[in-house]
Nanobody, 118 residues
Framework: QVQLVESGGGLVQAGGSLRLSCAASGSIFTIKAMGWYRQAPGKQRELVAV????????NYADSVKGRFTISRDNAKNTVYLQMNSLKPEDTAVYYCYAPTWRVGDDYWGQGTQVTVSS
């Protein structure tokens, strides 16, 4: 079992910044990558960013490239999402995601609300 605890959401004005954190615990040796998804009201959940276990490779949604940066601190078992130049369309619930090496055994955080006012 893996537990994911997110923090760092909140309300910010357009153009502002927020940093999300996701701390993993439990069977962390099974995790092969970590990432962030988001879901806005009435929309499907979408991938925002993902980083490999070693932190050597990252991938971003086109909508956030150049504004968001994903990173990880393996000593703390924590992944971060630095969000800059936030836009109202970034408003969503952000979920931490941790796929494992076990087929069908993936984990999600509880979600943290990010609201960007115009």
């Amino acid at each position: 079992q893996v537990q994911l605890v997110e923090s760092g959401g909140g309300l910010v004005q357009a153009g502002g910044s927020l940093r999300l954190s996701c701390a993993a615990s439990g069977s962390i040796f099974t995790i092969k990558a970590m990432g962030w998804y988001r879901q806005a009201p009435g929309k499907q959940r979408e991938l925002v960013a993902v980083i490999t276990r070693g932190g050597t490779s990252t991938n971003y949604a086109d909508s956030v490239k150049g504004r968001f940066t994903i990173s990880r601190d393996n000593a703390k078992n924590t992944v971060y999402l630095q969000m800059n130049s936030l836009k109202p369309e970034d408003t969503a619930v952000y979920y931490c995601y941790a796929p494992t090496w076990r087929v069908g055994d993936d984990y999600w955080g509880q979600g943290t609300q990010v609201t960007v006012s115009s």
